[in-house]
């Protein structure tokens, strides 16, 4: 077995995503899917039913004490959304800009329970922070209930779909990748979401009335319907050399499908499948970007932030016009000290890979300069040819 196919499990009692969606969305899910659990996975399939109708009533009860206060919050000024593929460094990014107490984000407990944080965030997180592992399957990362996380995974328990519910049935195939870019979308189902998202994000700056710093890859290719809602909205474009992007998001879909699915997967998550997305993800991201202004986008590349991440985030202060970097500059620090040690998951590129991702990813190589690393040959050839 390849190495990015390594099993991953969690004991049935982790909190898992599925652990905050309401009882209609959860078994809406079961039925969109006909019940098709794995035998193995039943006790997992069973505490998420349990937890679900909890969640249905709570979300009563915190409704009925704070909405009318989470309709008067105004999301102002607007959010910052850290974007790029899967594996880019979003997540770092993301840590980083946080350190920053001028700003906010939605946090592990508040994406997973999104229906009732506002009543629940106290003792029900302690708890689950308590059963939850320490690390994420994926990158051994440090996780808490009360760190950054992507807004993606409210959204899916909100019930207005998103590509990671097929990580639920694997062996289902492909059966949400509309929620990707959102053009599929009837008009409908694009303006519930945008009403969803717009819901979510009123509660959590209910809690914390600061500027949001939001991260999701899936936002990479959903700036058109984000600016519908923040048409001063700023965006952190993240990009990382696709011979690491490209392994790693395998070996993450993987451990996830793994670690969250109620199935045994029976097929690989394969190159193919996560180049498709790229391509989509990339091709969406480069057409919505025109309607950006200059001090609205602003472009970092992984290996000039893990290289110099103070004066990389000093140009993201400047260039999008965020304030003064040396406040947060103390903040930042102490986070990458924390982070020494650190040690970053290597990949094996095969010949058929290598040549995959220099064909398919090609226009997003030439675009981000990553030639030299993917295409070697080309450049010594271009470059003989220039001389």
Known sequence: MDANDKRVTLPFYAPLNWHGMTAGVWFSLLWRN????????????????????????????????????????????????????WRTGTTLLHELLVKDKRFAF???????????????????SVVADWLMPGSRPMDNMPVGMARPQEDEFALMNLGVGSPYLDWAFPNRGKTHDEFLTLKPLDEATREQWKSEFNWFLR???????????????????????????????????????????????????????????????????????????????????????????????????????????????????????????????????????????YQRNSHVVSDELRKKISSRCEAYIENYGYAEW??????????????
């Open 106 to 124: 939605p946090d592990t407990y508040q994406c997973m329970a999104p229906h009732h944080f506002p009543l629940t965030n106290g003792i029900l």
């Open 203 to 341: 509660r959590v700056a209910m809690c914390n009335p600061k500027r949001l710093v939001l991260k999701s890859p899936t936002h990479t290719a959903r700036v058109s319907a984000l600016l519908e809602l923040f048409p001063d909205a700023r965006f952190l474009h993240v990009v990382r050399n696709p011979l690491d992007t490209i392994p790693s998001t395998i070996r993450t879909w993987t451990r996830m499908t793994d670690a969250l699915s109620m199935q045994v997967r029976r097929a690989p998550i394969s190159a193919d499948r996560i180049l498709d997305v790229f391509e989509q993800m990339n091709d969406q991201f480069e057409v919505d970007r025109q309607l950006l202004g200059d001090r609205q986008i602003h472009e970092v590349r992984f290996e000039d932030l893990v290289a110099d991440p103070i004066n990389e985030l000093r140009e993201v202060y400047r260039q999008l016009e965020l304030g003064d970097f040396e406040p947060a500059r103390r903040g930042v620090e102490e986070y990458l000290r924390s982070q020494d040690g």
């Open 34 to 85: 006909r019940f098709d659990i794995s035998l193995s996975h039943v006790p997992m399939t069973v505490s998420v039913s349990m937890m679900t109708v909890l969640n249905s009533c709570l979300r009563v009860v915190s409704e009925a004490i704070y909405r009318k206060k989470a309709e008067r919050v105004r999301i102002y000024p607007a959010p910052i959304f850290v974007i790029g593929h």
């Open 374 to 387: 993917v295409c070697p040959a080309k450049v010594a050839s271009l470059v003989a040819e220039e001389t």
